[in-house]
């Protein structure tokens, strides 16, 4: 099945800097690319995805990039702020089988 | 309020005491999906249900039972719990995408303890 390897596992940037995260995945089939957010004690929730026809997707401070033939995907913050604290996961997914990276714990000192 | 639920929402239970953890949606969205969070381990799916009557395994289904008699409702039955089921539970659920997903919305988790 598919593996999902997330790196770096703990990031710590100066508020004001740019954050990357940069994930893996093992099965070239896989079509769909989510990052989720998770604050401390509270739910998962979708700030950018990316489906495997499209190699780069921005909203405003967050942008991901996609490369299918390394079979890579990185998440992108800039102008980090003290509230982008938080776990970020990444995910593949093959028709609906959604497998996650490990995560990666983010802290934007002020 | 468009919302997935989930109850319990906290859960201390024994060895082999059958359970149920309940979701259900209010967004009329065909795929549901279950998954468990520990620690250095991320988010690992237990199962999913693509509509009524269609269930699947994802990469941990050993130990866990779904079903999807309504649309809006998704249960994880825990038939005999074990102390490695301990865990933080999440439902999902999405729009019907095909073979490309669409946003799940997570529910707000189950903590489950099993003595």
């Known amino acids: 099945g598919e593996n999902v390897e997330q790196h770096p596992s703990t990031l710590s940037v100066q508020e004001g800097d740019s954050a990357v995260i940069k994930c893996t995945y093992s099965?070239?089939?896989?079509?769909?690319f989510p990052w989720y957010k998770q604050e401390l004690g509270k739910r998962p929730q979708l700030i950018i995805d990316i489906r495997s026809n499209v190699g780069e997707k921005k909203d405003q401070r967050i942008a991901v990039t996609l490369n299918k033939t390394a079979k890579h995907f990185s998440l992108h913050i800039t102008e980090t702020q003290p509230e982008d604290s938080a776990v970020y996961f990444c995910?593949?997914?093959?028709?609906?089988?959604?497998?996650f990276g490990a995560g990666t714990r983010l802290t934007v000192k002020p | 309020e468009a919302q997935v639920t989930q109850n319990p929402r906290y859960l201390i239970t024994v060895t082999g005491k059958k359970l149920t953890v309940t979701c259900s949606q209010n967004m009329n969205h065909e795929y549901m999906s279950w998954y468990r969070q520990d620690p250095g381990l991320g988010l690992r799916q237990i199962y999913y249900?693509?509509?009524?009557?269609?269930?699947d395994k994802g990469d941990v289904p050993e130990g866990y039972k779904v079903s999807r008699k309504e649309k809006r409702n998704f249960p994880l039955i825990l038939e005999s719990p074990s102390p490695n089921q301990t865990s933080l539970y999440f439902c999902a659920s999405s729009l019907w995408g095909g073979a490309v997903p669409n946003e799940q919305f997570f529910g707000p988790g189950t903590r489950l303890t099993v003595l």
């Open positions: 995910a593949a997914s093959i028709n609906n089988d959604m497998r």
């Open positions: 249900s693509m509509n009524v009557e269609v269930t």
């Open positions: 099965d070239s089939a896989s079509n769909y």
